[in-house]
């Protein structure tokens, strides 16, 4: 067993969560992810948000044990199930520009450590993680182009605002979680023309 991925699975989820925790529900900020999927079932189909997430998620896992190995699929029932309690963290912010900003940096960074250690917080991040398997498709965009579509999806019954900062939410942790996967990974070239 290696205990070394194992802590930073739950390092990486317990970034991620702190972000969740701390900024995204106390501003009530949206996002895309399994629970932005819910919402849009739960909205257009009378789907309770809970019923559709464990759904998806179990189908999502299916998906994972069959394209991508068991190996990774029981790492990432590890962080199915791993969600620390930080309700101390709430309320350091109202301003909901600087919960955004925070709650990127946190995700991404959690996102990104959990990717890296060879697992995934599971849900929405399976896809591009098959997609970047089979395809070569980089897991930040994939990522980033299923969540963005989630809240486009989501603007139709949400507050236009709210879907503003969740963009640049998703914008943010996207990003973060890209540098941290091509960590380590830069290469220079150098091109000589005489």
């Not at 739960?42 to 190996?71: D, T």
């Not at 930080?86 to 990127?104: E, H, K, R």
């Not at 591009?128 to 603007?155: E, R, T």
Request: include cysteine.
């Amino acid at each position: 067993f290696d205990w070394k991925k194992l802590f930073w699975v739950i390092f990486g989820n317990t970034a991620y969560c702190f972000g969740i925790v701390a900024f995204v529900l106390p501003m009530g900020l949206i996002t895309g992810g399994t629970t932005g999927l819910g919402l849009i079932a739960n909205h257009f189909a009378g789907i309770p948000v809970e019923v559709f997430a464990a759904v998806f998620n179990v189908v999502m896992f299916l998906l994972a044990i069959w394209l991508l190995g068991i190996s990774f699929a029981l790492t990432t029932l590890i962080s199915t199930f791993y969600f620390p309690r930080v309700n101390a963290l709430q309320g350091l912010t109202t301003d909901p520009l600087l919960s955004t900003i925070f709650a990127g940096l946190l995700i991404g960074v959690g996102i990104g450590v959990v990717i890296k250690a060879g697992a995934s917080t599971g849900g929405v991040d399976i896809p591009p993680l098959i997609l970047n398997k089979k395809l070569g498709i980089p897991v930040s965009v994939g990522l980033y182009a299923f969540d963005f579509m989630i809240l486009i999806g989501q603007m139709v019954f949400r507050d236009r605002e709210k879907i503003l900062y969740g963009i640049l939410l998703v914008m943010i942790y996207t990003t973060v979680m890209d540098k941290v996967l091509v960590n380590g990974k830069s290469q220079m070239q150098v091109k000589i023309i005489s």
